[in-house]
């Protein structure tokens, strides 16, 4: 089947970019989807408590005045299916479904320098053809399943909370091992804590994490988003995480202690990711940081009655935000309930997983089921997985042997029009993912707007150009708390053998905007394009 685009993946990216190619550019194209329907992260992630922890009205397209204002949030933070619903009503709305295979995985795609084609295939064994490629693949697709000894003989059942089964699992009263305490391990545990028999949670690193403080939106509340439509939109374009909120013009060293308390009270009393706002420098200098740091730790110490378990929890060994920033509903008051148990994976590391549960240095503990919630293989993994093989055969394994490398995390030099989309390189996963997503979408979809006037026949970016901006990265990251976190999938730490570099870009959406704009006016400096 020959197409003008395939776009991989029907989540946030792959359903906007489809409508943009299709409807706007008048280019035949198609998706391909390996789940059953749309959704993407939220077709995947239905684990217990799988909710965002973005708010509702920013975590949604912005580009239609018309969708935006007739969805409805229910809550300040959405569910998964809330955020489901949501796209398939974009979906039917845009009419997407028709261009969509779903039940497709694509397992290679190779160009063919020849006939300046991409040609893919699934692992249904269909092939296609197509000559401009887009990934919408997403930064935290391809789970991360530990390899831990002995897996395979476990005669319970286990799951992956990123590749969680379409059908109902029942938890009641079953012994439920917990592994992993991040954003999603944070999410599951005091949801499932309140069925099962018994929860045990296996932490190797404690997380820093603020009260989500989630609420059923009020009427009011939603028919101002709907008027303010415009404001909203336009603010998303200029605070640096793509989120309603501006960082505190304040530096915390400009208040003594008392007024410093209270304005930490009142934003941990607000809650949510606008905690690490509330001064201009929790998030960039050391100093400043130790200080919340502290305060989170206290306030942690404080709801658990368990001292020593309060301690084991609040071990951190790094600066808050270093990691990615987690909210919570009553997580840490799940350690007070009977049922819940804390496993430090420091102290008391996984031996094996035995045929009835986990070994331990210290025990033998049974489990009906075990839950990973161990993350993913972030940014590169997913554009990995898809086996690309650009001209003269090179192999992108090859080239990001020592780390992802593109331009404006969009293009890679030697993989001839193949756009990624909120990819390693990009601000992606340390913004709101959805405004990401839609700057990045435009832009793309202006480019080849731009190519097919000019009548390209194949684009890429130059070596020099793509060095330059992972130089860039690697630097700006430096000068940045995130290097201070010795674990990070930031950083590709969680991944044994993969490359420890600093991934996305972390000097802000508008600043990267501004970059892709300039590219852009400079009639896409740093590209090489070859016409017809
Ligand atoms: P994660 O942040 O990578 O957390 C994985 C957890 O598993 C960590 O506690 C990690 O410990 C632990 N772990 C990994 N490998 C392990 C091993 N071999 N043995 C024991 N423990 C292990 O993954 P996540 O919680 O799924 O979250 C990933 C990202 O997804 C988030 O950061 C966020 O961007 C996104 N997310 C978003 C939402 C939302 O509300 N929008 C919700 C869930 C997830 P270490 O810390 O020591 O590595």
């Known amino acids: 089947m020959y197409l003008d685009t395939i776009i991989v993946g029907a989540g946030f990216s792959g359903l906007y970019q489809l409508h943009k190619c299709r409807d706007q550019l008048g280019l035949k194209t198609l998706v391909i989807e390996e789940g059953k329907d749309v959704g993407g992260t939220w077709y995947w992630n239905k684990y217990p408590g799988s909710r965002c922890d973005t708010e509702s009205h920013i975590y949604c397209y912005t ?13 300040r933070y959405p569910k998964q299916k809330e955020i489901l619903n949501y796209l398939k009503y974009v979906e039917k709305k845009l009419k997407l479904r028709k261009d969509i295979i779903f039940n497709n995985r694509v397992i290679s795609a190779t160009y063919l320098e020849n006939k300046k084609l991409w040609s893919l295939k699934t692992n249904k064994n269909r092939l296609f053809y197509c000559r401009y490629l887009i990934s919408a693949v997403g930064s935290l697709s391809v789970a991360n399943i530990p390899n ?4 395979k003989s476990f005669k319970g059942d286990w799951y992956h909370s990123g590749r969680w089964p379409n059908k109902k699992i029942s938890f009641k009263n079953k012994k439920v091992a917990q592994i992993g305490t991040g954003s999603t391990g944070i999410q599951i545990a005091p949801v499932l804590a309140k069925s099962v028999k018994s929860l045990t949670i296996f932490q190797r690193t404690p997380n820093y994490s603020i009260p989500a403080r989630n609420r059923k939106l009020t009427k009011s509340f939603v028919e101002n988003t709907k008027k303010n439509y415009l404001k909203i939109k336009n603010l998303l374009t200029k605070t640096p995480g793509g989120h309603a909120f501006h960082f505190a013009k304040k ?4 208040f003594n202690e008392t007024k410093r308390l209270k304005i930490l009270d009142k934003a941990w009393l607000n809650g949510g990711l606008s905690f690490r706002a509330c001064f201009s420098d929790i998030t960039k200098k050391l100093s ?13 110490i404080n709801i658990v009655k368990d001292k020593e378990i309060a301690k084991k929890l609040t071990d951190f060994g790094h600066p808050f935000t270093s990691k990615r920033p987690t909210l919570n509903t009553n997580y840490f008051e799940t350690f007070n309930r009977k049922n819940v148990r804390l496993i430090d994976l420091k102290t008391n590391p996984i031996i094996k997983i035995t045929k009835n549960g986990i070994r331990t240095r210290k025990e033998e503990l049974k489990f009906d089921k075990i839950i990973f919630a161990t993350g993913y293989d972030a940014l590169s993994g997913p554009i990995l997985s ?13 080239y990001w042997k020592n780390g992802p490398k593109t331009f ?13 989309i909120s990819g390693p390189g990009s601000p992606s996963v340390l913004t709101n993912v959805p405004a990401q997503i839609q700057q990045h979408v435009e832009w793309i979809s202006n480019f080849i707007k731009y190519l097919e006037k000019v009548k390209s026949i194949s684009v890429e970016p130059s070596f020099k150009e793509t060095e330059s901006w992972v130089k860039k990265i690697n630097k700006l990251a430096k000068q940045s708390l995130f290097m201070k976190a010795k674990n990070s999938w930031y950083k590709g730490d969680n991944i044994p053998g993969k ?11 508008p600043q990267y905007r501004k970059i892709c704009n300039k590219v852009q006016k400079r ?3 740093g590209f090489k394009i070859s016409l017809k």
């Open 148 to 151: 831990i000894n002995g897996i």
């Open 63 to 75: 580009f239609s005045k018309e969708i935006y204002k007739n969805w409805k949030w229910k809550e």
């Open 408 to 420: 404006l995390g969009i293009m890679i030099p030697n993989f001839p029009n193949f756009f990624i």
């Open 251 to 254: 530096s915390i060293f400009e």
């Open 523 to 525: 009639m896409y400096k």
């Open 288 to 300: 400043a940081n130790k200080i919340v740091s502290n305060y989170i730790r206290d306030k942690i």
């Open 499 to 509: 490359p420890k570099k600093f991934i996305p870009y972390p000097a802000g959406l």
């Open 386 to 398: 898809l086996n690309l093989i650009g001209r003269k055969k090179i192999k992108l394994k090859k």
